[in-house]
């Protein structure tokens, strides 16, 4: 019985190590640059934090060639236009002609599955993806799995300057248990 306990508390004890190193490797992949130059069909945010996602969408669309941005996760109370014309002081034929807001999903998964509908709507084969950093790694590792598209990630820092512990386990976890459900759904 006491060399039964001993083996639990060995299992335990690497259980808690590989975790404890997978979340500081989760940490230091936080992506913290951004990418200046890109060539894709589309730009995708994924809603958010306070704003800021939205905001460099935007800025990326006025600043370049590229005039497409769909918001996918929008709460289907959100009036587009007049957010993003009276409160964020878009300019208002950029929004009409450039940006497509999706009210269909509510989490990173249905993200990827309703961008994917909507470019291949719109014959859309690439995209640069813009989310915070701590939410990067998942949303692009679901976007490469389920959206058939060519994702180029673009992570805006997250609104704050230390990331809380428990926000970080979080998202480590998140992304732990969608590698699961990927690895048994596909490599069975």
Known sequence: MIL????????????LLSL???????????PN??????????????TGGKGERIIEGYNQIENSNQRKLFISGVDNTFNSEVV??????????????CIEVGYLSENTY???????YWALE??????LLITS???????????????GL??????????EFIIPFEKMIEEYVKLLISKIVFVKKYEI
């Open 4 to 15: 039964f306990l001993k083996r639990i508390n060995i299992l335990l004890a690497l259980i």
């Open 20 to 30: 404890a190193l997978g979340i500081v490797k989760f940490k230091n992949n936080l």
């Open 33 to 46: 640059q951004k990418i200046s130059n890109f060539n894709v069909d589309a730009i995708v945010v994924l």
């Open 84 to 97: 993003l014309v009276n409160i964020l002081n878009f300019d208002r034929d950029m929004v009409q002609c």
């Open 110 to 116: 249905e993200n990827a599955l309703e961008t994917r």
């Open 122 to 127: 719109k014959k859309i084969q690439s995209i």
């Open 133 to 147: 950093n701590l939410h990067m790694q998942r949303a692009e590792f679901l976007f490469n799995q389920l959206s």
């Open 150 to 159: 060519e994702v180029i990630p673009y992570a805006v820092n997250n609104e």
